[in-house]
């Protein structure tokens, strides 16, 4: 029996103290099956007791009729009238029962009354009166302090001393049961240690998957917002294809790779969470600008001569002029074009540009994109629209020449890298 709440209505109370009372009441209660677990609750725990009362009640009635060898049909009809009336009432049609049957009818009418009464009682106090409840908790097998007097057998087997090495030690050294117990105390300390120490390590090994994990998943969403704006470069003209290519092939591998950690760490597999020095390592295209580096620029005129320069030339920048001059005769001839490039044994790239009096000429360290390259004609358009006058006489004055803004910014490349 457990406190109910106080916010229970005086409806329910009532209609509770009635189930226990009145079989029909329960009953009614438990067809409709009302949203009141309080109510519901006890109209079963009603009907059970009003079941139990009915049963024993009409099987003792059944056997004291049959034993007195009374009609079938006066059993049954009487039967029938008792039924209807424990169904009610909870008690038999008091006119029709024998003197001799009253005492035989106390202990299965009373028994079930009294656990009747009490739970009408529980009900109208708002109090819960649960059978299930009451015959679901078992007895302890072994009371916490019954502890074996010390030097018994039991106390022995108690502590683990008998049919062990511990045991034998001390049938064979005398060792006192004080050095025993001290040794048994220690071993327990020992284990709980080293399995809070496993608790630990376990625990710390599930921190570091969770931060790789995150770690991993951080970088997958970065690379793929990388592509994405690869893509969008590539359509605007801003990288060239070339790098397109191999920027993106770089970051597919790596993809591929922090898929593959991933696939390992989730799993759990050996050696997939030791560190971050386990991911893979983060390719240039993750940090790398879009657009080539450019190292050096010069203008030359008609003749080949060089107006302005900029940046600094890994070559001689006659050896380039003439090499340009070449390749543009050749281009003009046969395809037409204004604009082309040429790579260098060292990767370099050189991309010109020729105007009406003269002709410019970038080294990127890699190809340019289509951006750069209309850049390189809108400065050879300025620069001569600037110098117009200087550029058409033969030779021109250099003192008198306009510099325009370079839209290039100039990197110089450290002794020893290609």
Same mark, same amino acid.
């Given at each position: 029996?457990?406190?109910?709440?106080?916010?229970?209505?005086?409806?329910?109370?009532?209609?509770?103290?009635?189930?226990?009372?009145?079989?029909?009441?329960?009953?009614?209660? %438990?067809?409709?099956?009302?949203?009141?677990?309080?109510?519901?609750?006890?109209?079963?725990?009603?009907?059970?007791?009003?079941?139990?009362?009915?049963?024993?009640?009409?099987? #003792?009635?059944?056997?004291?009729?049959?034993?007195?060898?009374?009609?079938?049909?006066?059993?049954?009809?009487? /039967?029938?009238?008792?039924?209807?009336?424990?169904?009610?009432?909870?008690?038999?049609?008091?006119?029709?029962?024998?003197?001799?049957?009253?005492?035989?009818?106390?202990?299965?009418?009373?028994?079930?009354?009294?656990?009747?009464?009490?739970?009408?009682?529980?009900?109208?106090?708002?109090? =819960?009166?649960?059978?299930?409840?009451?015959?679901?908790?078992?007895?302890?097998?072994?009371?916490?302090?019954?502890?074996?007097?010390?030097?018994?057998?039991?106390?022995?087997?108690?502590?683990?001393?008998?049919?062990?090495?511990?045991?034998?030690?001390?049938?064979?050294?005398?060792?006192?049961?004080?050095?025993?117990?001290?040794?048994?105390?220690?071993?327990?300390?020992?284990?709980?240690? +080293?399995?809070?120490?496993?608790?630990?390590?376990?625990? !710390? !090994?599930?921190?570091?998957?969770?931060?790789?994990?995150?770690?991993? +998943?951080?970088?997958?969403?970065?690379?793929?917002?990388?592509?994405?704006?690869?893509?969008?470069?590539?359509?605007?003209?801003?990288?060239?294809?070339?790098?397109?290519?191999?920027?993106?092939?770089?970051?597919?591998?790596?993809?591929?790779?922090?898929?593959?950690?991933?696939?390992? %760490?989730?799993?759990?597999? +050996?050696? @997939?969470?030791?560190?971050?020095?386990?991911?893979?390592?983060?390719?240039?295209?993750?940090?790398?600008?879009?657009?080539?580096?450019?190292? @050096?620029?010069?203008?030359?005129? !008609?003749?080949?001569?060089? #107006?302005?320069?900029?940046?600094?030339? @890994? #070559?001689?920048?006659?050896?380039?002029?003439?090499?340009?001059?070449?390749?543009?005769?050749?281009?003009?001839?046969?395809?037409?074009?204004? @604009?082309?490039?040429?790579?260098?044994?060292?990767?370099?790239?050189?991309?010109?540009?020729?105007?009406?009096?003269?002709?410019?000429?970038?080294?990127?360290?890699?190809?340019?994109?289509?951006?750069?390259?209309?850049?390189?004609?809108?400065?050879?358009?300025?620069?001569?629209?600037?110098?117009?006058?200087? /550029? =058409?006489?033969?030779?021109?004055?250099?003192?008198?020449? %306009?510099?325009?803004?370079?839209?290039?910014?100039?990197?110089?490349?450290?002794?020893?890298?290609?």
């Amino acid at each position: 029996m457990t406190d109910g709440t106080n916010r229970l209505s005086r409806t329910s109370r009532l209609l509770v103290m009635l189930a226990y009372l009145f079989g029909a009441v329960g009953l009614l209660i %438990v067809a409709i099956g009302p949203r009141n677990p309080f109510l519901v609750r006890h109209a079963q725990q009603a009907m059970i007791i009003h079941l139990i009362r009915l049963v024993a009640v009409i099987g #003792v009635m059944l056997t004291w009729y049959v034993s007195a060898e009374n009609s079938p049909g006066l059993v049954l009809s009487e /039967l029938t009238l008792h039924i209807g009336m424990l169904v009610l009432i909870g008690l038999p049609w008091p006119g029709e029962i024998p003197i001799e049957l009253f005492g035989l009818l106390a202990l299965p009418l009373g028994g079930p009354w009294i656990l009747s009464l009490i739970g009408a009682a529980a009900g109208s106090a708002g109090r =819960s009166f649960d059978f299930s409840a009451a015959f679901s908790s078992n007895w302890p097998e072994v009371l916490i302090n019954q502890t074996p007097e010390i030097g018994t057998p039991e106390y022995d087997r108690w502590i683990g001393l008998r049919g062990n090495r511990r045991g034998a030690d001390v049938e064979a050294n005398g060792s006192s049961l004080y050095d025993v117990e001290r040794g048994v105390a220690r071993d327990i300390r020992d284990q709980r240690l +080293e399995r809070m120490w496993s608790a630990s390590r376990v625990a !710390q !090994q599930e921190r570091g998957r969770q931060d790789i994990i995150k770690e991993l +998943e951080y970088r997958q969403d970065t690379v793929l917002v990388r592509l994405d704006h690869l893509n969008h470069l590539l359509s605007t003209g801003s990288i060239s294809m070339s790098r397109y290519n191999r920027f993106n092939q770089e970051l597919i591998s790596y993809l591929d790779g922090l898929r593959s950690v991933m696939a390992r %760490v989730e799993t759990r597999a +050996e050696g @997939a969470g030791q560190a971050f020095g386990v991911l893979p390592e983060a390719p240039d295209a993750m940090t790398e600008a879009p657009d080539a580096e450019a190292l @050096a620029l010069a203008v030359i005129d !008609q003749s080949g001569i060089p #107006v302005v320069t900029y940046g600094h030339f @890994a #070559v001689d920048e006659s050896l380039i002029s003439g090499m340009v001059s070449v390749l543009d005769g050749l281009n003009q001839e046969m395809f037409g074009s204004r @604009a082309n490039m040429t790579q260098l044994a060292d990767g370099d790239v050189v991309y010109y540009s020729k105007g009406i009096y003269s002709s410019a000429f970038v080294t990127f360290d890699d190809e340019p994109s289509p951006a750069q390259v209309q850049r390189l004609r809108n400065y050879v358009d300025q620069f001569e629209a600037a110098n117009e006058a200087q /550029l =058409s006489r033969t030779p021109f004055d250099p003192d008198k020449i %306009v510099e325009v803004e370079v839209p290039f910014r100039f990197i110089r490349r450290m002794a020893g890298n290609s």
